[in-house]
């Protein structure tokens, strides 16, 4: 299951995050998923940890838009619950995509809502404006994380979820600027250890 509805899997951003093969944007469409499968959690403090699902939707008093399953490495009696604003993907699992920022999964899965929030500010009618309010939010996302993230990476990014080639330039020195602007008046640099393969988990970096 997702944590998204339906008007959030229309906002700008979901539609081409699901075509570029974002799997947040994927995993936020509400799915019903049958006893047996497997999945993995996207997000979340274990996040990358894989299970079955073992009783879908979970028993009275649970929401039925949840549901109970066995994580890897649980002894065989334990269940968990699985609930709705969990972000799953059902394996086996897509490739990373060649745009994916390179920083652990779960912090990867929040600045993708950073950036839905930004694409759907900035998307009006078939034309696109920088909504600089929603682009501080990502610098202060950024900075705050300290990510290591390069002006290019994050771009890749941006346009994987739909802004155009032409507001490249200004958001990229945009960002520079700004979260250099940050750490002068802070502090708070970017960590270099923080740098991992795409989409990596706490488990293999």
Same mark, same amino acid.
């Given at each position: 299951?997702?944590?998204?509805?339906?008007?959030?899997?229309?906002a700008?951003?979901?539609?081409?995050?699901?075509?570029?093969?974002?799997?947040?944007?994927?995993?936020?469409?509400?799915?019903?998923?049958?006893?047996?499968?497997?999945?993995r959690l996207?997000?979340?403090?274990?996040?990358?940890?894989?299970?079955?699902?073992?009783?879908p /939707? %979970?028993? =009275? !008093?649970?929401?039925?838009?949840?549901?109970? #399953?066995?994580? +890897?490495?649980?002894?065989? &009696?334990?269940?968990r619950?699985?609930?709705?604003?969990?972000?799953?993907?059902?394996l086996?699992?897509?490739?990373v /995509? %060649?745009? =994916? !920022?390179?920083?652990?999964?779960?912090?990867? #899965?929040k600045l +993708?809502?950073?950036?839905v &929030?930004?694409?759907?500010?900035?998307?009006?009618?078939?034309?696109?404006?920088?909504?600089?309010?929603?682009?501080?939010?990502?610098?202060?996302?950024?900075?705050?994380?300290?990510?290591?993230?390069e002006?290019?990476?994050?771009w890749?990014?941006?346009?994987?979820?739909?802004?155009?080639?032409?507001?490249?330039?200004?958001?990229?020195?945009?960002?520079?600027?700004?979260?250099?602007?940050?750490?002068?008046c802070?502090?708070?640099?970017?960590?270099?250890?923080k740098?991992?393969?795409?989409?990596?988990?706490?488990?293999?970096?």
């Open positions: 299951m997702g944590c998204c509805g339906s008007d959030e899997m229309s700008a951003g979901r539609i081409s995050g699901v075509a570029e093969g974002c799997p947040f944007c994927r995993a936020a469409a509400t799915k019903t998923l049958a006893s047996g499968v497997r999945f996207l997000s979340g403090y274990d996040a990358g940890r894989a299970g079955t699902v073992v009783q /939707p %979970a028993p =009275a !008093p649970f929401p039925q838009s949840e549901f109970l #399953a066995h994580m +890897d490495g649980d002894p065989p &009696s334990w269940q619950r699985i609930v709705r604003s969990s972000l799953i993907e059902t086996p699992a897509s490739e /995509p %060649a745009w =994916a !920022p390179p920083i652990e999964l779960d912090l990867a #899965a +993708d809502v950073v950036i &929030s930004f694409c759907e500010a900035g998307s009006h009618n078939n034309h696109w404006n920088v909504n600089e309010q929603r682009l501080f939010e990502i610098i202060r996302f950024i900075w705050l994380k300290r990510l290591p993230l002006p290019e990476e994050l890749k990014v941006l346009k994987a979820h739909g802004v155009p080639e032409s507001h490249k330039d200004e958001i990229s020195e945009f960002f520079e600027k700004g979260r250099d602007l940050l750490v002068y802070v502090g708070k640099k970017p960590i270099k250890k740098r991992v393969p795409p989409l990596a988990t706490l488990d293999n970096t």
